[in-house]
């Protein structure tokens, strides 16, 4: 089992529209969980970042964090198409990241 | 606040041979910065800890005779890749430690 598991997509939605990523992790024990969107050929950019149970909002972006679960989203109002990257889950374990596979996300004009 | 550079953002090198590249943190000091290596249409996979004043910590599989790691300030490290072979082709970025991980641009290195 990955520690970090992301579904690679793609992830199509029109223009508008709310785009949904979801990530799992294995360790029951991470306390800090990332989202970083990366554009082909640049290195990622941190996006959010959730301690705590519960949603988080920034903007357009949300971030939903279970521990129960060990389940982080990311959601993403109102999809525009400068928002189609890859968007990679982190989390952090001993003070290092570990990186999900990342999901390709495609808004459609 | 809290960026950091990489040098050179791609390097194209001949089989054998070996490339250095740096990563710095150009407004604050960080006492550990990461290095990760990336392949296409994969994810960041961290390759080692680096940390000033102290050898590298290197994940499980890589290779630390092969991917020298120096952390001579507290705003520079370096990654020599030696004896590069294709393939070791592969986008490297680095990142530093100030409370969250900041990422450089990374390098895109090509051996032929």
């Known amino acids: 089992q990955k520690e970090v598991e992301q579904n690679s997509g793609p992830l199509s939605v029109p223009e508008g529209a709310i785009a949904s990523l979801n990530c799992t992790y294995s360790d029951r024990g991470s306390q800090s969980f990332f989202w970083y969107r990366q554009y082909s050929g640049k290195s990622p950019e941190l996006i959010m970042f959730i301690y705590s149970n519960g949603d988080k909002e920034d903007g357009r972006f949300t971030a939903q964090l279970n521990k129960a679960s060990q389940y982080v989203s990311l959601l993403i109002r109102d999809s525009q198409p400068s928002d189609s990257a890859t968007y990679l889950c982190a989390v952090n374990n001993r003070g290092k990241l570990i990186f999900g596979q990342g999901t390709e996300l495609s808004v459609k004009p | 606040g809290a960026v950091v550079s990489q040098h050179p953002s791609w390097v194209i090198c001949k089989s054998g041979t070996s490339v250095k590249i740096e990563c710095r943190s150009l407004?604050?000091?960080?006492?550990?910065m990461f290095w990760y290596r990336q392949f296409p249409k994969q994810s960041l996979m961290l390759m080692a800890t680096s940390n000033e004043g102290s050898k590298a910590t290197y994940e499980q599989g890589v290779e630390k005779d092969k991917f020298l790691i120096n952390h001579a300030s507290l705003t520079l490290s370096t990654l020599t890749v030696t004896s590069a072979h294709p393939e070791d082709s592969s986008f490297y970025i680095c990142?530093?430690?100030?409370?969250?991980?900041?990422f450089g641009p990374g390098t895109r290195l090509t051996v032929t």
């Open positions: 990142s530093a430690d100030r409370y969250e991980q900041y």
């Open positions: 407004d604050f000091q960080a006492t550990t």
